[in-house]
């Protein structure tokens, strides 16, 4: 209920996630240079680019973790510095490694990932994302998709309106690429922010962030002239 | 209230990752265990000689083999992902460090504490020596994880950190490593010896605060990249 009234009121509010003219460069190779984007709630935003275009980078600058960067980023139109603790608590992040323990079980696991969610809402979870009948089987024992989707199962358990998703999609078979898929659309249309690299054409329209031109082509940029910069 | 709660569920994740693999939890023990044995069989079995350098030979060992067990305390969190879960938590990265730590300490400085009066006997430590061992080495070795946790956090990146750590270290782990074997050999002498551990009392409640501050600003870093 609160989330929904936090929700509303934060829906006044211009953008939940912004950035302005961000730069960044990596062993002398510029990756972006005058990105600027506003992205609201209801949205799916894809970065995309070639291998080494600054995916990661990017994601690991929006979420903090890197500071080598030039520019502005803005989380409900706060600065990013005064509104770290927000962000963070608003924020669900699945990365490269995705911090699945081998031994220990897929319940065990989610019981750290997400320490508020109960016994039965995990197995319901696990189920959602195919792993029925494997909840106690230590993690080591299991595929590299069946690893991912123990961590794709924290998607059906966190309450988190922002998801930032680096490469989802990645050795998951194509049933499970189409119900994350499904989950993905699902949070959108409920008002959250879905962020996410990948390779994989959605279904749905999504805001597209190319990356890898030296210069960006944001499309939702109005205000701010773009190719410029260089 | 979910503060607590994230930071129990960390707490509990390791100590069940730990029950697990219950092996590497004999590695420090047994690094102890054998510096200790050896020595008498190198040097000499004369329990006179022993009882003069028991002290020394015990801090020194226990000191190793924290030193050996601190390289664990970030490395697999590091490599699968977790340690950027745990940073992209909304609380402070300080209080999962201070937890990090105490398990630390739970799996090497105290099993190390509590083994150390056998080898005591091992070495024919003289038996005023006994209580002061035992509780420099109750305020001793958390001061060794928490100092441990700064170089563990700075070099967790490194592939070949294994030499840096202790060469950051070192120098920190030594006010400790001379009041503690010299409160030792106060107990021997039958001196006091609660100035030495007003000391090691006094440089554990100073690392408590600033330890897990600097560790998480080196973990910050490792991470950034």
Known sequence: ?230 | MFASSSLMALFKRDLLIAFRNRGELLNPLMFFLMVASLFPLAVTPDPKFLGLIAPGIIWVGALLATLLSLDLMFKSDYDDGSLEQIILQPQPTLLFVLVKTLLHWLMAGLPLTLMAPLLGVMLALPEGGYVPLVLSLLLGTPTLSLLGSIGAGLTVGLKKGGMLMPLLILPLYIPVLIFAASSVQAGIDGNAYTGHLAFLGAYLALMLVLAPVASAAALKISIAR
């Open chain 1, 1 to 230: 209920m609160s989330h929904l009234d936090k929700q509303k009121a934060d829906n006044a509010l211009p953008s939940l996630l912004s950035g302005q003219d961000l730069y960044c460069e990596r062993d002398d190779r510029v990756l972006f240079d005058g990105l600027s984007f506003d992205w609201h709630k209801g949205q799916i935003v894809r970065i995309s680019g070639a291998n080494g275009s600054g995916k990661s980078t990017l994601i690991r600058i929006l979420l903090g973790l890197s500071a080598s960067y030039e520019g502005q980023l803005f989380f409900s139109g706060r600065p990013m510095k005064h509104a770290t603790y927000d962000f963070r608590n608003a924020l669900l992040y699945l990365g490269h490694q995705v911090g699945i323990k081998t031994s220990l079980s897929p319940e065990e696991n989610l019981n750290w990932l997400c320490p508020q969610a109960n016994r039965s809402e995990v197995y319901q979870a696990l189920e959602k994302v195919g792993l029925k009948g494997f909840e106690d089987v230590l993690a080591s024992g299991l595929s590299a998709g069946q690893q991912r989707r123990v961590a794709l199962a924290r998607l059906y358990l966190e309450d988190k309106t922002i998801w930032i998703l680096d490469e989802p999609f990645t050795a998951i078979d194509k049933d499970g690429v189409a119900q994350l898929e499904q989950r993905i659309i699902e949070h959108a249309q409920a008002g959250g922010l879905v962020i996410l690299t990948t390779h994989h054409q959605l279904a749905v329209d999504v805001e597209e962030v190319a990356l890898g031109e030296f210069t960006s082509s944001v499309h939702a940029t109005k205000h701010h002239e773009t190719g410029e910069a260089q």
